[in-house]
């Protein structure tokens, strides 16, 4: 075979092997690894949303992954809080288990719905999100990762 027919060929036909095993993969990984908490309506898309620990009367911590990450990054430090407060982590629009949302996906969209007073704690790189939300809602919000 000549080797200018096989450039084309394997031009085309390497993205189209690679889309059809990255559905075939996020099609098994959404039946095998169902959310561990639930799919909240925020109006144009859901959010995941991972509510542990109980009402102490206590701010709610709200825990946000930096970044690209997700929610399951907080599993240790959500179950040693939910033994004192109520706790939620959340993965952002396009992230984790939630589906994707509005764009731009920038901080003054991010910080929009938050309405809730809470604790938030944040990846140390990503604190302009929390400091909007403050300033936009005049919330009590504690800026910067749990210690």
Known sequence: MNILLLIPIVIIGLPIIGAIFQAIATARDKRNLPPPGQLTDAGAHRLH???TGTDTGKPAVILEAGMASFSSN???????????????????????????GPKPRDAQRSATPRTIPAVSSRAHAEREIPRRCASRFQKPIRIGPLQ
């Open 49 to 51: 949303l991972h509510v």
């Open 74 to 100: 907080f599993v240790w430090v959500q179950q040693e809080l939910e033994q004192v407060t109520r706790v939620v982590a959340y993965d952002r629009a396009g992230l984790g288990w939630s589906d994707s």
